[in-house]
């Protein structure tokens, strides 16, 4: 059966935890890779493209699409750096900030939700597991 794949089972649970935080995330008019970028240049806003398309999980040229949309819905401006004028930094916006701390709420939620259902043991044994798979590609 194919249930007794790990892979398949990975899969199954991404897919289920990935939808339940799309569709909070949606209900604030955001996609959850928008929602990651927000995150991720609240935390620093000095990244270059490459390096945030890895931290959100997208591919680069997936970003820069993504990216085109936010600043034309006012989430985010793009700045070019002072430092190198062939790099360009994002910022949040006011309305980008209201966004992403909306959906960082729903995400909380859905983690606390994801913990009262496996326990705390399990949930850390679960984030070490997963952080180790995504660290050595199989």
């Given at each position: ?9 990975l ?6 935890v ?9 209900a ?10 927000l ?9 270059t493209m ?7 999980l997208?591919?680069?040229?997936a ?17 070019i ?12 916006t006011a309305?980008g ?24 043991d ?7 597991m997963?952080?180790t798979?995504?660290?050595?590609r199989?």
């Amino acid at each position: 059966m194919i249930e007794s794949y790990l892979a398949y089972s990975l899969s199954a649970a991404h897919k289920s935890v990935n939808q339940s935080l799309a569709n909070r995330a949606k209900a604030h008019g955001i996609q959850i890779e928008a929602w990651r970028v927000l995150e991720a240049l609240d935390a620093d806003e000095k990244l270059t493209m490459g390096y945030l398309a890895t931290i959100v999980l997208m591919n680069p040229s997936a970003l820069s699409k993504l990216v085109d949309r936010m600043v034309s819905d006012g989430l985010v401006h793009r700045q070019i750096a002072q430092e190198d004028q062939r790099q360009v930094h994002l910022h949040l916006t006011a309305l980008g900030q209201k966004r992403m701390l909306q959906v960082r709420e729903k995400a909380i939620e859905l983690d606390q939700s994801i913990r009262k259902i496996l326990g705390e043991d399990k949930t850390a044994a679960l984030q070490d597991m997963l952080a180790t798979l995504a660290q050595h590609r199989a």
